[in-house]
């Protein structure tokens, strides 16, 4: 076992909706500067999961420990407080706002009657384009973010949860809506972030993006995990064998 | 908003024509600039025929004004959150005859007036809580409302104009001149000032953009969007009972049925000024200008003496063309 406390664990976690459980005694956790692949068929529980970790849902029994305190998530900014960022396919920015605008959203930098210091959140804004992502075509903050690619789009979005100084960050389908460059773009900022203590959880159903920059993978089937390995244990042939049959 | 050193782009540095149009309410301005043009040039060519300029025909635009452009302020902020209020034409009535039917009852006006106010926020917030607990269409509510407060008026006062007599220190207020400016012009002019600050310049806007352009975005980051919705609606009430104190001001009375079909003009406004229907989208000079538009037609079909009903039909053509536009723009955005 490892020395450090866990970033996130998650123990015996169950989740029914109504007559409908997701999520069956569900426990794996999150170490610090890892990269984990949580994969699983579609229908497995990975969005129930993930919603979970973010605090949109509740379990209905077990619980989740962060740096290896019990805790409880009931909205999503204990998550963010947490040091986690849900990064969603397509659904976390405003097309018909800046980059700058979208960055700061929720968390603007006002005077103390609530208007934005619009110099100072634009000179972050750039600086954190600059420094914290490299995607190229992104040459003003200003921009609407409408005007973005996909790519562009995520780089944002992980801009931002950077910027914020998260720890964990869940990427939901990272890949699905990238060009194959953007793809690259973004695994490359993944192992950066981890060179630099930000771990990160792929959910996805594309292994061979997972098992490119994975440390570890977690399989889910019917709403509990079925495979937790290193990778060095294992080959993609038997973590498709392992999505696919159970 | 200066780029400097921008580096290498690989879009193609734009003319100034297409810089204008994409700019949020660029191509409006550009309209309602021409028509200026073309009005004043009209004006100065055909003094006599033609009487844009001269000072009565001013002071008729600036009273007219401000009434439409307090509700389409109001409009505009809950649409731009992504919800619609039919129901502001009635409150401007019921708010009026409130106000109006207090004072006659021997009530100062600087209390009436508050209390008007006050009802028009209620009315809002009762709007928003009704859509949102039950997580219907506002355009459905609100069309209730609308039917409702208009026949609420009739049950109150009958339909009988109430007379509006208040202290002068108010009428002056709102009705009088300053430096031979339109009071009401100058609370309209006092309103797109602030409105400006609160939608672009405030923490506020920036949540009623996002919670009207993305709700699962704003949701997902933490905000809380049925609260900034209900901020927005209670804003659009408020807003209709300030453009009945205006109006009521100017008029010394108000006739029962004066709200009907404000609300659809409001919403027109809104639309001209390049407010996207879905929400997210626009910008509060562009509101205003819609405002502005509206009226600079009307008036210049007046003084032509053209019959009304040109009128409808070239607010109508204008407001097509204008969501067309919008829808143009939206699409190039998203792509």
């Given at each position: ?128 384009l600059e420094k914290a992502v490299h995607i190229s075509?992104i ?16 780089a ?29 773009a973004?695994?490359a900022q993944?192992?950066k ?54 | ?335």
């Amino acid at each position: 076992m490892m020395s450090a406390p866990n970033l996130l664990e998650l123990h015996n976690i169950s989740k029914s909706f109504g007559a409908l459980t997701a999520l069956r005694d569900l426990s794996f956790h999150i170490g610090p500067s890892e990269v984990v692949g949580l994969l699983g068929d579609n229908g497995a529980g990975k969005s129930t999961t993930v919603n979970l970790i973010s605090g949109i849902h509740k379990p209905t029994s077990g619980h989740l420990s962060v740096d290896g305190k019990k805790t409880q998530f009931t909205c999503r900014s204990d998550s963010a407080d947490a040091g986690i960022e849900t990064i969603y396919q397509n659904t976390a920015l405003v097309d018909s706002l800046s980059i700058t605008r979208n960055i700061f959203m929720g968390r603007e930098r006002t005077d103390a009657f609530g208007f934005l210091k619009q110099a100072e959140m634009r000179d972050i804004a750039m600086e954190v384009l600059e420094k914290a992502v490299h995607i190229s075509g992104i040459d003003s903050p200003d921009k609407l973010v409408g005007d973005l690619s996909g790519g562009q789009k995520q780089a944002v979005a992980i801009a931002r949860a950077v910027f914020f100084k998260r720890r964990v960050l869940l990427l939901d389908e990272p890949t699905s809506a990238l060009s194959v460059r953007e793809t690259e773009a973004l695994l490359a900022q993944v192992l950066k972030l981890k060179a630099e203590g930000v771990s990160s959880v792929l959910v996805t159903h594309n292994l061979y993006h997972a098992y490119q920059v994975c440390d570890r993978f977690v399989i889910m089937s019917h709403g509990t995990k079925v495979f937790d390995v290193q990778k060095a244990d294992t080959s993609i042939s038997q973590l498709t064998e392992y999505v696919v049959l159970t | 908003m200066t780029d400097t050193a921008v580096p290498k782009s690989r879009t193609k540095k734009q003319s100034l024509l297409k810089q204008i149009m994409t700019m949020p309410a660029g191509a409006i301005l550009l309209v309602f600039a021409t028509l200026q043009i073309v009005c004043i040039a009209g004006a100065l060519a055909f003094p006599d025929d033609f009487r844009y300029l001269s000072p009565q025909n001013l002071t008729i635009l600036m009273k007219a004004i401000p009434v439409l452009g307090c509700l389409a302020l109001g409009a505009g902020i809950l649409m731009i959150a992504g919800e619609f209020d039919l129901s502001i034409g009635s409150v401007y009535t019921l708010t009026a005859v409130l106000m109006a039917s207090l004072v006659d009852g021997g009530m100062s006006a600087f209390i009436a007036a508050p209390l008007g106010i006050l009802l028009g926020v209620m009315i809002g917030l009762l709007n928003g809580t009704i859509t949102l607990r039950f997580g219907l269409p506002s355009f459905i509510v609100t069309l209730g409302g609308l039917l409702f407060w208009r026949g609420a008026v009739l049950l109150y006062n009958g339909a009988v104009q109430v007379r509006f007599d208040p202290e002068p220190a108010f009428s002056s207020l709102f009705a009088g001149t300053l430096f031979g400016i339109n009071a009401a012009f100058i609370w309209i002019v006092l309103f797109v000032i602030g409105f400006y600050l609160l939608l672009h310049r405030h923490k506020l806007g920036n949540h009623l953009f996002a919670t009207g352009g993305n709700p699962a975005a704003a949701t997902a980051i933490g905000i809380n969007t049925d609260r900034v919705k209900m901020i927005a609606f209670a804003i659009a009430g408020g807003m209709a009972a300030v453009a009945g104190i205006i109006a009521t001001a100017r008029v010394g009375s108000v006739q029962p049925g004066q709200g009907a079909g404000l609300e659809l003009q409001a919403i027109a406004a809104c639309v001209i000024g390049g407010l996207s229907l879905r929400g997210g989208r626009g910008s509060v000079i562009g509101i205003f200008l819609g405002v502005m538009l509206i009226h600079t037609i009307t008036d210049v079909l007046l003084l032509l003496r053209a019959p009304g009903f040109y009128l409808d039909m070239f607010i109508a053509t204008l407001i097509v063309v204008a969501a067309a536009f919008n829808h143009l723009i939206e699409r190039r955005g998203a792509a």
